[in-house]
């Protein structure tokens, strides 16, 4: 039997955070990224919420027996949709693909109690650096809603647990695309 796959946009498309094999290019039909904040999470993340218009780049790779459990430990906030419709990939046959949304009534918008960790960011715009090079990086930004929320900047004590060391250039980078959007950066989750 083929191991499933579960189809990453976020902090998942860097490789560096995970150890799931078999990671390839990947696009997922009727869904943008968006800014979110639950009662389950200290700080705002990324979740895909429902846009028939839009297609967004990410990753899948595998989940070696179907063990689910380590990634959904991770992805805890999260519910687990099926989206093997709506994944374009690379792959032969059709292999059972996941996607990991937030329902839509437990979405808020991030605040400034709950903001999105620069350390965070880092990590994901590092993985579509690496996977799609900086037209990924634009792309992401473009399909990507609610950059109006406020953006704590943690680089020098990171929050994520899962946080990577940037380069020189990344960061000049990221640095200007996040410049771009609007975000507004603050130093404190209550300034």
């Not at 990947?26 to 979740?47: I, N």
């Not at 929320?149 to 994520?160: G, I």
Request: charged residues 20%; contains cysteine.
């Amino acid at each position: 039997m083929t191991a499933p796959y579960f189809f990453g946009y976020g902090s998942l498309v860097n490789t560096a955070t995970h150890g799931y094999g078999g990671a390839q290019p990947a696009r997922l039909r009727g869904w943008r990224r968006a800014w979110v904040h639950t009662d389950l999470r200290e700080v705002a993340f990324l979740s895909a919420v429902p846009c028939a218009a839009s297609t967004i780049g990410g990753l899948i790779a595998e989940v070696p027996g179907a063990d689910w459990a380590a990634l959904d430990a991770r992805e805890f906030a999260y519910e687990r949709l099926p989206a093997s419709d709506k994944v374009q990939h690379g792959l032969a046959g059709s292999p059972e693909i996941s996607v990991y949304a937030v329902a839509a009534d437990r979405q808020n918008g991030a605040t400034e109690q709950h903001p999105i960790l620069l350390s965070y960011l880092d990590v994901v715009l590092q993985g579509y650096l690496q996977v799609f090079g900086e037209p990924g990086v634009l792309d992401f930004i473009a399909t990507t809603d609610g950059w109006n929320a406020p953006l704590l900047d943690d680089r020098a004590a990171p929050r994520y647990p899962r946080h990577q060391r940037l380069s020189r250039a990344e960061r000049a980078l990221f640095d200007d695309l996040i410049d771009s959007t609007g975000a507004r950066r603050i130093s404190s989750a209550h300034d």
